[in-house]
């Protein structure tokens, strides 16, 4: 059975750091990407970047440019996704998601979601 | 970015019905569309990939159509566990983006 497990909700204070772990499992995790997408309370999901977990390289949303960093251990299956400078409409549930990838990219399981408050 | 606009953002109906959502892009994205289905406090569900391959497990009463930038997400008979948020997604540019949902609910 394949599925990403996320760390617990963060409660963090503006100007913080956040960072989440992904753990997967019943797959090879070098086989496919993995990808972070938040959505924030009323608001659309939102994609923030992915890691080729295989060679490590990483594409970010242009939006959190400079803020994210998303890491890999190979060794733990298990992604992170770091968020800095966080400010209060940064307050969102943030998921990992494995990707396929034959052109067309789609997500397919999610993790739970990790809730990360900013509040002062 | 690709804006990915679904029609309606909200819709009533009822068990049994036949349910079309609509999703369109800013330009043309072939056919690299996805839907998923959300439930309140739970991660998005892939129902549809390639804009009309069906996801495995997914019971077939869900289909999805369209290429170039409109499609479309179908139920085909209402069932008391359809009723949640729909999302399409774009992927054929970075960044990926998604519609603003589509939320169903029982009349």
């Known amino acids: 059975q394949v599925l990403l497990v996320q760390s617990g909700a963060e409660v963090k204070k503006p100007g913080a750091s956040v960072r989440i772990s992904c753990k997967a499992s019943?797959?090879?995790?070098?086989?496919?990407?993995m990808h972070w997408v938040r959505q924030a309370p009323g608001h659309r999901l939102e994609w923030m970047g992915w890691i080729n977990t295989g060679y490590g390289d990483t594409k970010y949303s242009q939006k959190f440019q400079g803020r994210v960093i998303i890491t890999r251990d190979t060794s733990a299956s298990t992604a992170y996704m770091e968020l800095s400078s966080l400010r209060s409409e940064d307050t969102a549930v943030y998921y990992c998601?494995?990707?396929?990838?034959?052109?067309?990219?789609?997500?397919?399981?999610w993790g739970q979601g990790t809730l990360v408050t900013v509040s002062s | 970015d690709i804006q990915m606009t679904q029609s309606p953002s909200s819709l009533s109906a009822s068990v049994g019905d036949r349910v079309t959502i609509t999703c369109r892009a800013t330009q043309i994205i072939n056919n690299y569309l996805n839907w998923y289905q959300q439930k309140p406090g739970k991660a998005p569900e892939l129902l549809i990939y390639?804009?009309?391959s069906l996801q495995s497990g997914v019971p077939s009463r869900f289909s999805g159509s369209g290429s170039g930038t409109d499609f479309t997400l179908t139920i085909s008979s209402l069932q008391p566990e359809d009723f949640a948020t729909y999302y399409c997604q774009q992927s054929y540019s970075i960044p990926i983006t998604f519609g603003q949902g589509t939320r169903l609910e029982i009349k």
């Open positions: 390639g804009a009309s």
């Open positions: 019943g797959y090879n995790f070098i086989s496919y990407a």
């Open positions: 998601a494995r990707a396929y990838y034959d052109g067309n990219r789609w997500f397919d399981p």
